[in-house]
């Protein structure tokens, strides 16, 4: 799920978890989803989150039930950001089980009007 965004823009994230044959999991008694992002590629990134959101800050429920939620990036999250960065959504589920079913990179460039 890579993708690019303008600094100081809002991004909505709609993110889907499935299992390894490709079903929807049912994410309603998970203990936290974090999504953390830092500067740089999926090869060679930085130890140190720019953004970080979790349930309680900035990923909101669609329909836990069916593996959705939203990660909700704020203008003041990017407002200061250019370049490449690499995120992460780490779930750790009712049982204390930890996951990463999703990293990738996404690119913030600057715009005109700010």
Do not use: H
Not at 64 to 86: C, H, W
Request: hydrophobic share 40%; with cysteine; proline share 3%.
């Amino acid at each position: 799920m890579s993708f690019s965004m303008k600094a100081g823009d809002t991004k909505n994230i709609f993110c889907k978890i499935r299992d390894n044959l490709g079903n929807l999991i049912d994410l309603t008694d998970v203990q936290s989803i974090r999504w953390w992002a830092s500067r740089g590629t999926m090869e060679s990134f930085s130890r140190t989150p720019v953004i970080q959101k979790s349930l309680d800050a900035g990923i909101e429920e669609a329909a836990m039930i069916d593996g959705e939620f939203v990660v909700r990036i704020n203008p003041a999250d990017t407002q200061e950001l250019k370049g490449s960065y690499y995120y992460e959504i780490e779930i750790t589920d009712a049982f204390g089980n930890v996951s990463t079913p999703i990293s990738d990179t996404f690119t913030v460039t600057k715009d005109l009007i700010r």
